[in-house]
């Protein structure tokens, strides 16, 4: 009987259980070299991709549908260590020639993950002892140990990889045509390395370092020009202007030059010249203080030179504000009067002073106190014009307030206009927004359909487009109703009231009468029990 060393192991097998495997119990691994190239990795499974059972396909070898590719393999050499990619894109040829792929690495599915060392088939696993009895039986379990592994197909996979044998994949242990990573072996026994799929130092490749260099004599500086080694396989190349060589500047007098043959020349005309005046032009409307009438733009005057003349000096003139009066919101009911217009303005220069301007005081279509003075501009950047005007500010002249009528009003306008040096007019008008009071806030007195004007004593009053908006409870007594008092023409328009930004409070609101009061039809709207909101509550209206 044979004697076995076991001190040799040759593979490491793994229930396929975790991402990661060690390989540092294998015999014989060389640190000097890829481990990878040291390796085969048979990943063992009962059924393909497609869900073919492995056993009910031929093989031309047992090993082909199980051998994994080095390029789905990650390697760390530091701890000995395997991790598995996508086996899924790993293209598996039968003995008939017909195509499979490989299933996925899939944990836990009973699967088994062989590493196996590769070595040369003269190695010995098995080791007769001394005075061993050399039987049949003790030989073929030998030659079984050697000759059952795919290590002889290895080797010759690792020779071809390492790029240091060319030639046939042929022979003892040939390899079945497919797709091995790097190599790709053709169905007539030949193989060939896939393009850019490794990498290569300079001095694997013979004679590639001494070629580079013999490069470097082509480069040859001239006459005022260095090239200077900057050591990291880049160059700088340094050109001087002189009259001995070099590249000499173009002459610094304002005009354009072009070079050819040797030389600068001055560009006169022709694509990508400024455009020029074919003939003299003579200024008849002057545009700006820079153009005077008479003035004469001689033939071959860059145009940019009079667009400049006519648009970049000039500014237009305008009234940037009025203020005096200043209009702005009022209230109902309040006139507006004034006997003096003050405005400022923007670029007075360009002011036309011999064309009069004007102020327009502008009234409603209900009302018939428009009022118009003309003056002239004298220059200055602010200017107040004498004018007597008066309106009665109001929204509306017909039952202001009630159901229907108008929320606001903005047709009372003040109006400054002007003619500047260029002919054309310009104009700033500025109008008064009349808006209704409206009121809010808690009060104890009892609505009785005609003391609206009690309870406003009470409540808080703010100028407002259609009183929308938010308002904050007061403090509350605990005998207080809270009110809002708006026009009758903002109320029919409020759709909700929330409390507190989420409850639903309009239900608790009612219009418990309808009043005229300083001549505004007001509603007066109140909720349902006193001291029924604290102070703080907010009640949003819109």
């Known amino acids: 009987m044979p ?10 097998t793994y229930s396929v259980l975790a991402s990661s495997y060690a390989y540092d119990g294998l015999t014989g691994i060389d640190d000097t070299r890829s481990h990878k190239s040291q390796l085969i990795f048979l990943y063992r499974y009962a059924t393909l991709a497609d869900g073919t059972a492995v056993a009910d396909v031929t093989w031309k070898n047992w090993y082909d549908p199980y051998l994994i590719p080095e390029n789905v393999i990650t390697i760390n050499q530091g701890i000995k260590d395997v991790q598995v990619g996508d086996t899924t894109t790993t293209l598996l040829v039968d003995a008939s020639g017909n195509t499979y792929n490989m299933p996925a690495f899939t944990l836990g599915g009973g699967q088994v993950f062989e590493i196996q060392r590769s070595q040369d088939v003269d190695n010995r696993v098995v080791i007769f002892g001394a005075g061993s009895r050399v039987t049949a039986q003790g030989l ?3 030659v079984d140990q050697l000759f059952k592994s795919v290590q002889e197909l290895d080797s ?7 790029g240091e044998t060319q030639g046939s994949g042929g022979g003892g242990g040939s390899l079945t045509p497919g797709n091995y990573g790097d190599v790709i072996v053709n169905v007539d026994g030949s193989f060939s390395v896939v393009d850019d799929s490794h990498n290569h130092v300079i001095n694997n490749v013979d004679g590639l370092q001494a070629a580079l260099d013999a490069k470097l004599t082509g480069i040859v500086a001239g006459t005022n020009v260095t090239v200077s080694d900057n050591g990291d396989g880049t160059f700088t190349v340094n050109a001087s202007a002189s009259s001995s060589g070099g590249v000499e500047e173009a002459p610094n007098d304002g005009q354009q030059y072009a070079r050819e043959s040797e030389g600068w020349s001055v560009v006169t005309g022709g694509s990508g010249a400024p455009p020029e005046l074919t003939a003299s032009l003579t200024v008849s409307d002057p545009v700006g203080p820079d153009q005077t009438v008479g003035q004469v733009y001689a033939l071959g005057t860059d145009l940019e030179v009079i667009i400049r003349d006519m648009l970049v000096s ?5 009234v940037s504000n009025i203020t005096n009066p200043n209009p702005t ?5 309040v006139n507006l009067s004034f006997s003096l217009v003050s405005f400022s303005l923007a670029n007075p220069s360009n002011i036309n002073a011999s064309v009069q301007g004007a102020v327009n005081f502008i009234t409603p279509s209900f009302d018939s106190n428009d009022a118009t003075q003309a003056f002239t501009y004298n220059g200055s950047s602010s200017q107040t014009v004498t004018m007597s005007a008066s309106a009665g500010g109001v929204v509306t002249n017909t039952n202001p307030g009630a159901a229907g009528t108008d929320k606001q009003q903005t047709g009372f306008k003040l109006q400054v206009t002007g003619t500047d040096s260029q002919g054309t007019s310009f104009e700033r008008t500025e109008s ?3 808006r209704f009071e409206s009121y809010f806030g808690n009060s104890a007195v009892v609505a009785n359909g005609s003391n609206g004007s009690t309870i406003i004593a009470d409540l808080v009053g703010s100028l407002s487009a259609d009183s929308m908006g938010t308002e904050t409870v007061p403090t509350q007594s605990g005998t207080d109703y809270t009110y809002f008092i708006m026009p009758k023409c903002h109320w029919d328009d409020v759709g909700n009231i929330t409390y507190n930004g989420a409850i639903a409070a309009y239900t608790d609101f009612t219009e418990v009468f309808v009043e005229v009061i300083n001549g505004v039809t007001y509603s007066i709207i109140r909720n349902s029990t006193v001291g029924g909101y604290t102070a703080g509550d907010t009640l949003e209206v819109s």
Not at 156 to 162: A, F, H, L, Q
């Open 314 to 318: 000039y500014q237009v003139p305008d």
């Open 3 to 12: 004697n076995l060393d076991n001190s040799v192991q040759l593979s490491e």
């Open 156 to 162: 010759r996979t690792t020779i071809v990889e390492s």
């Open 432 to 434: 008064w927004t009349i």
């Open 140 to 142: 073929n379990n030998a």
């Open 329 to 333: 919101v009022s209230k109902h009911g």
